[in-house]
């Protein structure tokens, strides 16, 4: 998820990266926005900063090194005389020790870490972290936290987070609780949330604040920020989430009001994805011809079943939505399943749950329809795989399996985030507070390369984190697994995959319909 605040889950969670959103999914994310009243500033025209080449400092100012900074619009391109204030956290007894308490206005994080000497510097990002200056007074915040759309482990612990945060760093005590998802804001339902209320939140799954699909008015919500005086707004939630806080910021940003983005949980839902392949895996064991199948979280990207299957070390094929694949004929699902059972009695398939569905689709009645949160209603790859391997070879083959299907999924949305989420949900959480109190707007929060940074939310809208079949990450899972790729590979090129289906890999783009 994400912190735009947005929810966790990689692509699955949706993303895991911040608007200030959160999202689950993405590894993921949710964002926060910032408000004011507009006749304060409606006059002046909002100006993005976002992608603005800058050249570094060299001898000959004649060379162009290709430094790109996409940036994240600030509250100052809009409202020019906003008075800044010092940071609190100057006189915290916490950063006392810290040798350099502040992040400093020139320090960026490069998107890309590996690059050749001739290359071009490339795009960075705003380092995110504490500024020597904010753009808010203490009690003049007024902060609101919405959860939406789907769970996932650390939701509470972000909503903890963001609360403490505030109140300890900040000095801000005025913070509500919208409860219901996105229908909250117009239902009038809030609960003013402290640092006592939050307190033990952290150690239970769901959300403190409940949540709801759809009830997405932007009219309405907007309406609701101004006239509750809100000025701070943390949403967290996934992919649905994301596109409505993005929405959220476009009319903000049309009104002249005040606006903020992330993603988390996805440890946490790797690590519970191992209970339920041990349990297949402990199942097919102790059968003949057992055949297991685990279908795990991935709408539109596979990073959770892939991560799991090479944790795990006891799957032997994983399907995700990047990869195509084909049941029948040479190098086909059913041949390798066979070989399988042939060679060691038993065999795990892990699943994501939108792997295969144009597949599926031509075999099944297929529905076009959408959840509340605008998401495609999905086919369900589980009980369809189950199904047709279990027609295969009881009646083509007639071989005698035993078959085992585990869907662990809102048993991995429901628990509590484990010590590595934890840990990340905090620095999602104050960073996004950081990045706040700053005057920055319309960002998500995420890592890039283990340092976090400033995100434009479109950056996040616009496209989906997807696993990359000529990335190495796939290349070692099948590796792992030793499963076939169910691409085409040319026999004359040593089995290298052909060049127009590389070419089609890498132009491919899974789409939120």
């Known amino acids: 998820m994400d912190l735009s605040i947005s929810s966790p889950f990689r692509g699955a969670f949706p993303a895991p990266t911040s608007t200030f959103i959160l999202n689950p999914k993405s590894r993921c994310s949710h964002s926060l926005n910032f408000f004011k009243h507009q006749n304060s500033y409606s006059k002046n025209p909002f100006f993005s900063r976002q992608k603005i080449p800058i050249r570094a400092q060299v001898s000959d100012p004649a060379v162009d090194d290709g430094f790109v900074i996409d940036d994240v619009p600030h509250l100052t391109d809009f409202l020019p005389d906003l008075p800044s204030y010092p940071n609190p956290l100057q006189n915290s007894q916490a950063?006392?020790?810290?040798?350099?308490?502040?992040?400093?206005?020139?320090?960026?994080?490069?998107?890309?870490?590996?690059?050749?000497?001739?290359?071009?510097r490339g795009v960075h990002f705003r380092r995110a972290g504490p500024r020597e200056k904010v753009y808010f007074k203490s009690e003049e915040v007024r902060a609101c936290i919405v959860t939406c759309g789907g769970l996932c482990p650390g939701i509470n612990t972000v909503i903890r987070e963001i609360v403490c945060g505030l109140n300890y760093m900040y000095g801000v005590d005025d913070i509500l609780g919208i409860q219901g998802g996105y229908r909250?804001?117009?239902?009038?339902?809030?609960?003013?949330?402290?640092?006592?209320?939050?307190?033990?939140?952290?150690?239970?799954?769901?959300?403190?604040?409940?949540?709801?699909?759809?009830g997405h008015d932007t009219q309405k919500i907007v309406d609701n920020i101004q006239d509750r005086g809100i000025n701070q707004v943390y949403i967290i939630g996934g992919d649905g989430t994301q596109r409505g806080a993005s929405r959220i910021y476009e009319e903000v940003e049309k009104r002249g009001l005040k606006v903020i983005d992330k993603s988390f949980g996805f440890d946490t839902?790797?690590?519970?994805?191992?209970r339920a392949i041990n349990a297949a895996?402990?199942?097919?064991?102790?059968?003949?011809?057992?055949?297991?199948?685990v279908k795990l979280m991935g709408r539109y990207s596979g990073f959770i079943a892939m991560f799991a299957t090479l944790a795990s070390r006891d799957v032997d094929c994983c399907l995700i939505p990047e990869s195509p694949f084909y049941l029948e004929g040479k190098g086909g699902l059913f041949e390798f399943i066979e070989e399988r059972l042939k060679e060691n009695g038993h065999i795990v398939i892990v699943a994501a749950e939108g792997a295969g569905q144009e597949y599926l689709a031509q075999s099944m009645q297929g529905i076009d329809e959408k959840d509340a949160s605008g998401n495609r209603l999905l086919l369900d790859v589980g009980l369809w795989l189950t199904q047709n391997i279990k027609d295969h070879f009881t009646k083509e083959r007639k071989m005698a399996i035993n078959m085992k299907y585990i869907d662990p999924t809102y048993m991995i949305r429901a628990i509590p985030s484990n010590a590595s989420d934890n840990i990340y949900c905090t620095l999602l959480a104050q960073s996004a507070l950081h990045?706040?109190?700053?005057?920055?707007?319309?960002?998500?929060?995420?890592?890039?390369?283990?340092?976090?940074?400033?995100?434009?939310?479109?950056?996040?809208?616009?496209?989906?984190n997807t696993v990359k079949l000529t990335d190495r990450m796939w290349a070692r899972l099948l590796a792992s697994t030793n499963q076939p790729s169910f691409l085409n590979c040319d026999e004359s090129t040593g089995g290298k995959v052909c060049k127009d289906?590389?070419?089609?890999i890498n132009n491919m783009k899974i789409t939120s319909i």
């Open 95 to 120: 950063y006392a020790i810290v040798k350099q308490t502040f992040v400093r206005p020139e320090d960026v994080v490069a998107q890309k870490i590996v690059v050749q000497k001739d290359s071009s």
């Open 184 to 214: 909250g804001f117009y239902s009038k339902n809030t609960s003013t949330l402290t640092p006592k209320v939050v307190n033990d939140i952290h150690k239970r799954g769901g959300t403190f604040l409940l949540t709801s699909r759809g």
């Open 269 to 274: 839902a790797v690590e519970e994805a191992q």
């Open 281 to 293: 895996h402990v199942e097919v064991e102790s059968v003949e011809n057992g055949i297991g199948i």
């Open 435 to 464: 990045g706040a109190m700053a005057g920055y707007t319309g960002f998500t929060v995420g890592p890039v390369n283990s340092r976090h940074a400033y995100i434009p939310i479109s950056n996040v809208t616009e496209t989906q």
């Open 501 to 504: 289906t590389i070419d089609l």
